[in-house]
């Protein structure tokens, strides 16, 4: 069901939506670790670091796929809040023909390149054809990633959070099912996890925009509109590029970072590959509930309620802070138990750098929410470049420190290090930037389109 935002307590309004979107976090992110779980305890280590070393090459990918998921989001949620349902439309169509081009595009670039970029990220001999492999069939299902997260963006947008977690939460569970089918009974190895990937995402993407089409005909019989608008495409670039380019960077500073982990061997590799995914769960789970706040954020600048905006801005820190206790408490001192999910022997190497990488990190979650919150507020709102300011702030940081830390400590700690000090300054950043308040002249409702 489409829910309108603007109206109601603000934190009831709020929880009432997020729920399902923190529900679907949990099946995200089973998602998310179910090929590096397979890969580990089925197939073996090296069969762990190809597919964690393949996947910081599908985040580029997954950054064009957020971006776009993002940019239709804001752009349908504003004319929504404002009750143009025309425009709503409109925005819609826009939205999907562009992303079927971009798609075009990117598995044409990723089938002639793949192998190129995980040369470019020094990939060992020993894990580089399962990586190649892996890669490659991921690659095929763009198609079924773009559409499906353009899909889950507009029902967030139409207040509907429910219906994407629906959705998530049949592909997450078919996903791990599919993934021990192919590896243990057909051995497929890595070839098999990732054809799991593809077919239970496939399945997802198809019914998710089936139902969505069936939703937008509940808007009424409006006129007929164009299926696109030059006008709605300049609203959707305003919005979807510096989402791309926020996490284009982010991946690009990923993979840096990932050739430098690369140099210190497999084992340190496949460690850092199973402490990312946790990392991962915890911080695309704080992404995946900041879109919710976007969401709401367009849907009551758009209707011109900035004063529900700064309290949804208070009410999204507490929760996600309430999150965050449980969270930090079982990372820092239980990380062992979880890690079992993906490494076998506690006295490893690859066991200690996952450990290390994890009780450094995780503190910190409580800061990197703030920035989250205060950058879903702002780009809810269109005020898209201060979002990016504090994300290269961060990035830079990271990125730079984790090469000059692990050169003067001799070890990949250096490189976990350098979270933390990205996390703190692209907060402070990011809350300079929301404080200032400029964020309550970036409708886009306000033009004619």
Known sequence: MNHDLTEGNVTSSLVKFTLPILASM????L??????????????ENALAAVGNSYEITLIFIAFAVGANMG????????????????????????????????????????????SFLTLINTPDEIFSDSALYLDIYILGLF?????????????????SRTPFLFLMFSSLSNIAVDILFVTLFDMEVAGVAWATFLCQGVSSVLANYVLFKRLKEL????????????????????????IMQQL???????????????FGPA????????????????????????????????????????????GMKAGVKLSWAICIPVVFIFFFFSDYLLLLFLGDRNSEAFSTATDFLRIVSPFYFVVVVKDVSDAILRGCG???????????????????????????????????????????????????????????????????
């Open 383 to 449: 005020a898209m470049r201060p979002f990016l300011y504090s994300t290269f702030a961060d990035l830079f940081l990271r990125v730079g420190l984790s090469f000059l830390f692990s050169h003067l400590l001799g070890s990949a700690i250096g490189i976990w290090l350098s979270w933390p000090f990205g996390w703190t300054v692209g907060t402070l950043i990011s809350l300079m930037f929301y404080f200032k308040g400029g964020w309550k002249g970036t409708s886009v409702v306000s033009s004619s389109t």
């Open 249 to 263: 960077f982010i991946s690009g500073g990923n993979i840096i970072v990932q050739a430098r982990i690369n140099s």
């Open 72 to 115: 239709s989001g804001v752009l349908v949620s504003q004319y929504f809040g404002a009750k143009r349902m025309k425009e709503v439309k409109m925005a819609v169509s826009t939205s999907y023909i562009s992303v079927l081009a971009l798609t075009v595009v990117l598995t044409t670039l990723g089938i002639l390149f793949s192998d």
């Open 26 to 29: 949990v099946f995200q992110q």
């Open 31 to 44: 998602y998310n670790i179910a090929d590096s779980f397979v890969a580990g305890k089925f197939i073996g």
């Open 268 to 311: 340190v590799i496949a460690g850092y590959s199973a402490a990312i995914k946790l990392n991962n769960m915890v911080v695309t789970s704080f992404l995946t509930f900041s879109n919710g706040i976007s969401s709401f954020a367009a849907q009551n600048v758009g209707a011109g309620r900035f004063d529900r905006v700064r309290e």
């Open 144 to 160: 079924f990633l773009f559409f499906y997260n353009i899909a889950t963006g507009i029902f967030s947008a139409l207040g509907d």
């Open 220 to 243: 009424g019989n409006l006129e007929k509109v164009p299926l696109f608008s030059f006008s709605m495409f300049s609203k959707f670039v305003r919005f979807a590029v510096p989402s």
